[in-house]
């Protein structure tokens, strides 16, 4: 059974960094694809960044140029790292897996952006 397992979050204030870390419980070459979600309260969960298994990504426009997806293959593991945050930042951050066989998701981290 794959299992996700996200870390790195915490509270930062406005403009500063965090990296978010997904840990796959094998190995992320299985996957199609690996993403990062997110979603704030009262608001739909929304794509933020995805990474596929040749390194193509895609990074929604809201955090264009702030925000960067990674992966290390030999790690089993995805990154996001996160500058300039902003307030509208703040949510819980999911990792996901999507493969042939199943899509996956993590329990998520919260990330909180205030001064």
């Known amino acids: 059974q794959v299992q996700l397992v996200e870390s790195g979050g915490g509270l930062v204030q406005p403009g500063g960094s965090l990296r978010l870390s997904c840990a796959a419980s094998?190995?992320?070459?299985?996957?199609?694809?690996m993403g990062w979600y997110r979603q704030a309260p009262g608001k739909e969960r929304e794509l933020v960044a995805r990474i596929t298994s040749a390194g193509t990504t895609i990074t929604a426009d809201s955090v264009k140029g702030r925000f960067t997806i990674s992966r290390d293959n030999a790690q089993n593991t995805v990154y996001l790292q996160m500058n300039s945050l902003k307030s509208e930042d703040t949510a819980v951050y999911y990792c996901?897996?999507?493969?042939?066989?199943?899509?996956?998701w993590g329990r998520g981290t919260q990330v909180t952006v205030s001064s």
């Open positions: 996901n897996a999507g493969a042939n066989y199943g899509n996956y």
């Open positions: 094998g190995s992320i070459l299985s996957f199609n694809t």
